[in-house]
């Protein structure tokens, strides 16, 4: 179980802390107390003085150093915990913990931004061409085996649940992340697979415009593994462009 480093800004948790050591936490008193708190920890995180597997100081500790009361620090790591910024533990090594960033965590807030209707169908769409048609010369270039069998066999279930009547536009979202994947490129990976709920339902709106996708659609996934397959980027281009443009033309509607 990750614990704190010896010189993390909250080393010392459960432990006295020495004289010497800087108190990176201000005492607040005006607003709504629990959010300042929050505020507070969430700045020490982006500023990498807080990184995950980190522990904060237990809650006695961030009373005083808060100089507020045991429920506002508990009301303060509920909605860190709820924000995704730490994760609390039970037990005696328990406490609160900082995590790293996940893609479902941002996946949530922009399906929380879509039910809004701050971002649309058409803008992921959008987002889309630029991103995926960016990233098909390193999939070309580092495809590996495992990944050109992986992709051959989502086409296959695609053909085989449009003959079965059973295909669901999500096989086709999941092509879509195992590409990505193909890129070997962690934060290419991340991006797409955070915007998985989104780049969903742009294709279902695309789909009810036009019923026909689906079959299109898993045909095209073929052919653009067979152009990786021949390490030719110029022509896996050409396919993945064609496919996201369909896509856009029936979700933008040019």
Sequence with gaps: MATVRENS????????????EPDLFSRVSVGRISEIIVEQIRLLIRQGQLKPGDRLPPERDLCERFGVSRVTVREALR???????????VGARGGAFVTAPTSDRVGEGLADLLSMAVVSAADITEARMILEIGMVPLVCDRATKEDLADLETL???????????????????EFHIRVAQATHNPAVAMLVESIR?????????????????????TEEH??????VRRRDPEAATHIMREHLERTAHRVIGH
């Design 222 to 227: 073929a052919r653009f593994v067979g152009a």
């Design 9 to 20: 800004p909250v080393a010392g948790a459960g432990v006295a802390a020495s004289p010497a």
């Design 79 to 89: 909605m860190l915990e709820s924000s995704g910024l730490v994760e609390i533990r």
């Design 197 to 217: 709920g989104s780049i969903l339902r742009s294709m279902q709106q695309a789909r009810e415009a036009a019923p026909e996708m689906g079959h299109l659609g």
């Design 155 to 173: 086409c296959e279930r695609a053909r085989a649940a449009l003959r079965s009547g059973e295909y669901s536009m999500s096989m086709s979202a």
